[in-house]
């Protein structure tokens, strides 16, 4: 019976997709024995600072690579809204999961829409992506962090902490929470981060057997517009952190990404798209990237980097 030993987060929505790999991995191998192997990252420690302050996203991810690394683990789980751009030399992301929503969500006691948040609310996200696009939708609200697992933060609304709380709608969605959600926040007002909705599967490069093992998990749509939403990130050295974001979707063979790069004020958002042939999303998103830092996401990505 082969075995296969995932490394995941403690949290409830990490857990949550952990189990979820497993219950898709033993519907395409009969003969499979799965173990969860959870562990407190680094990221997890830090639950009460912004993420830009104590290193970023890759946090969360550190030591689940490791326990690949070290054979601790055969796979880790990730979503990949957390996963760098560039991994370790040793490790490869060869499966990246059917997507699900990829839109943001306001969640509130009060109002209904982003549009009817008044002056002088409280609203809460550790992102820097949303709050610089948040910005420029309502420039006169008070935004306030907002670190925790999705159940502790909408705690912390429940308790008046907040007014209004912006998270993504996948993990809301996968907790079966959806009965909180106040608005599925359009593109247009708040353009998600590279990856969100979507789960990817790490592992080690020469583990063959377990690449095999897992690739019929791999959805191609979402791992091609993953993949051009990622290249876009790295051209523009891209962390988890920085107000930069894209999304990618196919239609007839062409992949479309929009992407933009934001001042933190939200007083500039730069933002433009590009259109191609599936086989070239590599080069869409770098073309993309170039796009914007001809147009000057160049000198915001200096000043935010400083």
């Known amino acids: 019976m082969k075995k296969i030993k ?32 959870s562990m407190q990252t680094e990221g997890d420690r830090f639950l009460e600072s912004p993420l830009f302050n104590v290193g970023g996203k890759g946090l969360f991810i550190k030591e689940l690579e490791a326990a690949l690394s070290s054979n601790n683990a055969d796979i880790a ?7 760098v751009v ?6 490869v992301l060869p499966v990246i999961m059917k997507r699900e929503d990829s839109r943001d969500v306001l969640i509130s006691n009060h109002y209904n829409e982003i549009d009817t948040i008044p002056k002088n609310s409280v609203v809460g996200t550790s992102s820097q992506r949303r709050q610089s696009q948040f910005r420029r939708l309502c420039p006169n609200a008070v935004l306030k962090d907002l670190r925790g697992n999705v159940e502790t933060r909408i705690r912390k609304l429940d308790d008046g902490e907040y007014d209004a ?9 996968r907790l079966g929470l959806s009965n909180r959600i106040t608005q599925l926040v359009p593109h247009g007002h708040l353009l998600p981060a590279v990856g969100q909705g979507a789960i ?44 930069i974001a894209a999304h990618a979707l196919i239609e007839d ?22 259109q191609g042939d599936i086989t070239d999303t590599e080069s869409i998103g ?20 400083n």
Request: charged content about 30%; some cysteine; glycine content about 4%.
């Open 77 to 83: 789980v990730h979503s990949m809204k957390d996963v």
């Open 86 to 91: 560039d991994l370790p030399e040793n490790l």
């Open 6 to 37: 995932i490394a995941t987060r403690k949290s409830p929505l990490a857990i949550w997709q952990a189990k979820y790999v497993k219950e898709e991995l033993i519907k395409v191998h009969v003969d499979i024995e799965i173990e969860l192997v």
């Open 286 to 305: 770098n073309s993309l990237a170039e796009l914007l830092l001809a147009r000057g996401a160049d000198v915001i990505l200096k000043e935010l980097t």
């Open 253 to 274: 063979k062409q992949i479309k990404l929009s992407g933009l790069v934001a001042k933190l004020d939200g007083s500039e958002i730069i933002k433009s798209e590009k």
């Open 200 to 243: 990817g599967i790490e592992c080690r490069a020469d583990d063959m057997t377990t690449q095999e093992l897992i690739a019929p998990l791999n959805d191609k749509d979402t791992s091609l517009c993953v993949l051009a939403e990622r290249a876009f990130s790295r051209r523009l050295n891209g962390g988890c952190q920085l107000p």
């Open 165 to 173: 709380i912006l998270l993504a709608a996948a993990g809301i969605i």
